[in-house]
Structure formats: structure tokens, C-alpha cells
């Protein structure tokens, strides 16, 4: 009999770790009352969260994250075994069928496997594949009139909003449904712009909120005319509100409740000088040694 690896030791623990938060008599109230829907929002939060580990590279906290995000993944099995519908070990099983079934140049018998490593021999190539295999796997589309905002639909389905606005809009463009210059672009900005401050003016909670989407997606077709990936400009941003913050925190000993917003204003352009005093130097060590240093406005 072959002893278990210390990865499924490790796994069977968690399972039943879970098992005991959702076990009715003696389990745990919140666990006990989540849904798949009441967790959705953690999923995202988790794949977010597994994300950032992973730009920061940092492997203590993707290590942490990527626990979370698994955690996750058992619970939802947890849920639909109760409710007899499936379990962990079908879960796996089906990713792991999925992975054999489209990988035919890994695991496909000796002469099979040559050959189609041959026809699927660089990234691109398995990429096509891919997709090629699992469009057979699904059932044909009935005829319709909307071809592409039917596969778009299903695309964007499981994106975060921002990706799934870049999607959209790269398709579009590429099938027609596009301006035709940059100045079209910033036309319809400051359109969108005008009609959120009309909807904000309006106390319409609903109409605002449809406004500020449509002024978000029209900033995305911005990041797209300009090259810039629009999710990695917003990480940014908060990192950069945040890193100042915190200094305007420090500078009041911790407590901004009260305070003016002239006092804090002064405070965060002190902290943005700081920042940039301090990443001097590195953008200096940075510079090619045959660039010469910038030189002072007059």
C-alpha cells in the first residue's frame, strides 16, 4: 500500500479542517451560513490578492495568499458536497482530465506525442490548439445574430471589470467599431465627463453610477489608443496614495480626525516632495552612464 504523499497529508487536513467549520452542531456560525454567493466576493478578493504577492514578488505572502485563494476553492467544494452535487475529488479530477484532453502533444502515446509536438511546437502554437480543442469540446452555438457580443459575453464573464472593459474594447476596435483619431477619444471623455456631473447634480443614485461606467470604460479606450495597461496605472495609483498617506498619518502622530483640510493638504505636498527627494538617488543610479543628469528649469 503506497503511503500518502505529505502534499495530499497536507490537503486531507485542510479538507477536514473545513469539514469541521461547516459541521452543523459544532462548526462555525459565519462558515456555517456562507453560500456560493455570499463568497463570491472573496474569490476575487483572494485572486487579487494572490496577484499583488505576485508583482511584488514577494514568496512569504504569495505563499499566504495563494493558502487563502485554496481556501476558498474547498470551501465551495464543502458546499456542493452537503448539497450532494459534487466534491473536491471531482473537482480534480475534471481540471485533470481537462489538462490531458487539451496537452495531446504531452500526453498522447509515443508516435501521437511526437507528432503533435512537431505541430504544436513553440507557445503560440499550443495556444491555437488550446483553443482549438476546447471549441470542439463545446456544444455549436445555435445561429445568431450577435456573434460577437455572444462570445464576448462569455468571455468577459469571469474577468474583473477593468479587464473585461479592455477586452470588449480591443474587439470591437479590431472588428470595425472604432474612432478615427485619438482626438475622437478625448471628444467622447469629456462627453462622459458632462453627463456624470449631470447625473451627479440630478441626486440620481442609479443614472450616476451608469455614468461614471460608461466614463470608465471610455478612459480604458484611452489606455488602449495609448499602449498603457489601465489595471497596472490604477495599482499604481494606490500604491502612491497610499505611500503618501501614510506619511501624512506619521507627520499628525497617527490621528487625522479633525484636522483642516488645509493642514492636510499642506502635509500631503510635504510627503510628495519626500518621495521624490528620496527616489532621486535610485533614479540617478538607474540612469545610463552615458545619459547625462537632467538639467534645472530656468
Avoid at 462558515?31 to 476575487?44: C, I, K, M, R
Avoid at 462627453?191 to 466614463?215: F, P, T
Avoid at 510627503?271 to 538617488?281: D, G, M
Wanted: charged share 25%; glycine share 8%; net charge negative.
Amino acid at each position: 500500500m503506497t503511503a500518502a504523499s505529505p502534499h495530499q497529508d497536507a490537503l486531507d487536513a485542510l479538507v477536514a479542517v473545513v469539514a469541521q467549520l461547516r459541521d452543523p452542531q459544532n462548526g462555525c456560525p459565519w462558515d456555517l451560513e456562507q453560500t456560493h454567493a455570499s463568497l463570491a466576493p472573496y474569490v476575487l478578493e483572494e485572486a487579487h490578492e494572490v496577484a499583488d504577492a505576485i508583482r511584488h514578488g514577494d514568496d512569504q505572502h504569495l505563499r499566504e495568499e495563494l493558502g487563502d485563494l485554496l481556501l476558498q476553492v474547498v470551501l465551495h467544494a464543502r458546499i456542493a458536497q452537503e448539497g450532494g452535487r459534487f466534491d473536491l475529488a471531482a473537482i480534480a479530477e475534471g481540471i485533470s482530465a481537462k489538462l490531458i484532453r487539451r496537452h495531446p502533444h504531452v500526453f498522447g502515446d509515443a508516435a501521437d506525442t511526437l507528432a503533435n509536438r512537431g505541430a504544436a511546437g513553440d507557445p503560440d502554437a499550443v495556444k491555437r490548439s488550446w483553443e482549438a480543442i476546447k471549441a470542439n469540446e463545446q456544444p455549436a452555438p445555435a445561429p445568431s445574430l450577435s456573434p460577437l457580443s455572444d462570445r464576448l459575453a462569455g468571455k468577459v464573464r469571469g474577468q474583473p471589470a477593468l479587464a473585461g472593459a479592455m477586452t470588449i474594447s480591443k474587439q470591437a476596435a479590431a472588428a470595425g467599431f472604432e474612432w478615427d483619431g485619438m482626438a475622437g477619444v478625448w471628444e467622447k471623455v469629456h462627453e462622459e465627463l458632462d453627463e456624470l456631473k449631470e447625473a451627479v447634480a440630478s441626486g440620481n443614485q442609479a443614472h450616476a453610477q451608469e455614468e461614471l461606467g460608461d466614463l470608465l470604460f471610455t478612459l480604458v479606450n484611452v489606455a488602449r489608443w495609448c499602449g498603457i495597461d489601465p489595471e497596472a496605472g490604477l495599482s499604481g495609483t494606490n500604491r502612491r496614495f497610499l505611500d503618501r498617506f501614510s506619511r501624512v498619518e506619521m507627520a499628525l502622530g497617527g490621528d487625522i480626525q479633525g484636522r483642516s483640510i488645509r493642514e492636510l493638504e499642506v502635509l500631503w505636498q510635504q510627503a510628495k516632495a519626500q518621495i521624490r527627494a528620496e527616489s532621486a538617488p535610485r533614479d540617478a543610479d538607474q540612469r545610463p552612464a552615458s545619459e547625462p543628469p537632467p538639467q534645472p528649469s530656468p
